[in-house]
């Protein structure tokens, strides 16, 4: 192999890599803000409702704030957009760090 395949294999195995961390944290991420948006709006089963998140954001990641906007609606929380953004964001965030912490 020369040096050209080694380097272009070398920046392939990192894009994956940064792929696969950006997933998880995503994924890790919505999980928390579920749990977050579950014990606001006063839910019993938190879990469920982090998993319900989860995989609305990896299905479909572009309604996410819609349906937490729906929910809180429905269970009658007042919550701002501003503080929706900011939460999704502050917890992937989290959950990106503690990625690279190996936790």
């Excluded at 192999?1 to 991420?29: C, P, Y």
């Amino acid at each position: 192999m020369t040096a050209l395949k080694k380097r272009a294999q070398a920046l392939e195995n990192q894009f994956a890599r940064q792929a696969e961390i950006q997933f998880k944290a995503r994924v890790r991420g919505s999980k928390m803000v579920g749990r977050w948006a579950a014990y606001t709006m006063g839910l019993d089963d938190v879990e469920a409702y982090a998993r319900t998140v989860a995989v609305k954001q990896v299905v479909e990641p572009h309604r996410l704030l819609e349906q937490l906007r729906q929910d809180f609606s429905s269970a009658g929380v007042a919550v701002s957009d501003a503080d929706l953004d900011s939460r999704i964001h502050q917890f992937i965030e989290q959950a990106t760090d503690e990625i690279f912490a190996g936790q």
